[in-house]
C-alpha cells in the first residue's frame, strides 16, 4: 500500500523532498514493490550516513542486509546510486562496504570475548573513518541529486491525494 501525500503541501521542490524524506521512513521495510524497496535502500544509505555514517547504517540496516546479503544490497545500492548519478558514491561503496560488513559481523560476533577483539575493532574503525571521510569531502552532492530524483519519482512511489 503506497502512503498517501497531499497535493496542497507539495508546492514546491523543498515540500517535495522534504515530504519523500519524512513520508519514506513510514515504510516497512521490505515492502511488495521492488521499485520501492531500491527507494528505501538509497534514501536509508542516504539518511545513515548524514547522522552516523557507515556504522549507523550498518546498526539501523543490518538485519536487512544480513537477509538479502551484503553482495545483493551492494548491487541494489549502487545500482540506485548510478541511477541519480552519484557513481562517486557508488565508488565509495563498491571500495569499502563488503570488507566494512565483514568487520562489523566479527566485531558483533566477537562481542570482546576473543582475544584479538581489540585490534577487530581497531580495524574497522580505521576504515569507517576512511570511508565516511571520502562520503563526507563529497559534500552535499548526494543531498542534491536525491532531491533532484525525489521531485521526478514521487508520484510513483506516494499516491498524491487532493485535500
Not at 521512513?25 to 511488495?32: A, K, L, M, N
Not at 548510478?82 to 566477537?110: G, M, P, Q, T
Not at 575493532?121 to 536525491?146: M, P, T, V
Request: proline share 1%; charged share 30%.
Amino acid at each position: 500500500m503506497k502512503i498517501k501525500l497531499n497535493r496542497s503541501e507539495l508546492q514546491t521542490n523543498d515540500d517535495i523532498w522534504n515530504a519523500v524524506l519524512s513520508a519514506y521512513g513510514e515504510y516497512v521495510f521490505p515492502t511488495d514493490e521492488e521499485k520501492t524497496n531500491d527507494f528505501i535502500i538509497l534514501f536509508n544509505y542516504f539518511c545513515e550516513l548524514e547522522s552516523g555514517g557507515h556504522e549507523s547504517l550498518f546498526n539501523w540496516f543490518s538485519e536487512h542486509i544480513e537477509e538479502m546479503g551484503i553482495q545483493t544490497y551492494l548491487n541494489r545500492l549502487t545500482k540506485m546510486l548510478e541511477k541519480v548519478d552519484a557513481h562517486e558514491y557508488a565508488v565509495i561503496e563498491k571500495n569499502y562496504i563488503e570488507e566494512l560488513w565483514r568487520l562489523f559481523l566479527a566485531v558483533e560476533n566477537s562481542r570482546s570475548k576473543e582475544p584479538h577483539y581489540k585490534s577487530l575493532e581497531e580495524e574497522f574503525y580505521i576504515l569507517i573513518d576512511k570511508a565516511d571521510s571520502e562520503y563526507r569531502n563529497l559534500g552535499e552532492e548526494l543531498s542534491e541529486r536525491l532531491s533532484n530524483y525525489a521531485n521526478v519519482i514521487y508520484t510513483e512511489l506516494f499516491e498524491i491525494v487532493e485535500q
